[in-house]
Nanobody, 120 residues
Framework: QVQLVESGGGLVQPGGSLRLSCAASGSIFSMIAMGWYRQAPGKQRELVASITSGGGTQYADAAKGRFTISRDNAKNTAYLQMSSLKPEDTAVYIC??????????????WGQGTQVTVSS
């Protein structure tokens, strides 16, 4: 029921910054957990950062101190602010949601992804 659309990717020099956005459709945004994943060519998809419905956050070691995940429930949007970018951050960044329903069912889905390239 929830659909996700990412935006904000692009080409940035090492040390630069980007802010990614994930716009969600549906009426349950405030009740779902959001996550940002990334996948580079030839590598497995990895979790970068997540935020719960209550606002609690977790980060991968590679993202700590440089990336910040946030959400604006009034806008049905999650964000990933990325600073001090490194070439190894180059990947497709994908937004994800997860909903644990009151009837014991886990629902989740993925956006289409947005490309981030860090290069001189």
């Amino acid at each position: 029921q929830v659909q996700l659309v990412e935006s904000g990717g692009g080409l940035v020099q090492p040390g630069g910054s980007l802010r990614l956005s994930c716009a969600a459709s549906g009426s349950i945004f405030s009740m779902i957990a959001m996550g940002w994943y990334r996948q580079a060519p030839g590598k497995q998809r990895e979790l970068v950062a997540s935020i719960t419905s209550g606002g609690g956050t977790q980060y991968a070691d590679a993202a700590k101190g440089r990336f910040t995940i946030s959400r604006d429930n009034a806008k049905n949007t999650a964000y990933l602010q990325m600073s001090s970018l490194k070439p190894e951050d180059t990947a497709v960044y994908i937004c994800n949601y997860r909903w644990e329903t009151s009837w014991g069912k886990q629902l989740d889905d993925w956006g289409q992804g947005t490309q981030v390239t860090v290069s001189s």
